[in-house]
């Protein structure tokens, strides 16, 4: 059974910092491009940042220079590292992982709230 678990969000104030986790099993997670999706309330699910099996990285236009995604394929773990957070990157965040667009998974998501 393949689950993807994240952890790591909640309140925090404008400026502040983050760091997310998802801890994936049931998959040979070396293998999976992994992505951050998030979705704001009554907008679209958008792709933030994803890693590829070789560790490339992709980010939105919207979070360069201030997420930052990585792996650790030993801890079957993905990050990402959220600095100087917006009010604007109030969101429910997904993990996501994918294989060659085959096979696709999806966490159940973790809320993050950025307000002072």
């Known amino acids: 059974q393949v689950q993807l678990v994240e952890s790591g969000g909640g309140l925090v104030q404008p400026g502040g910092s983050l760091r997310l986790s998802c801890a994936a099993s049931?998959?040979?997670?070396?293998?999976?491009?992994m992505g951050w999706f998030r979705q704001a309330p009554g907008k679209q699910r958008e792709l933030v940042a994803s890693?590829?099996?070789?560790?490339?990285?992709t980010y939105a236009d919207s979070i360069k220079g201030r997420f930052t995604v990585s792996r650790d394929n030993a801890k079957n773990t993905v990050y990402l590292q959220m600095n100087s957070l917006k009010p604007y990157d109030t969101a429910v965040y997904y993990c996501?992982?994918?294989?060659?667009?085959?096979?696709?998974?999806w966490g159940r998501g973790d809320k993050d709230t950025v307000s002072s």
């Open positions: 996501d992982a994918n294989w060659h667009g085959f096979a696709d998974y």
């Open positions: 890693i590829s099996s070789g560790g490339t990285t």
């Open positions: 049931g998959i040979r997670f070396s293998s999976y491009a």
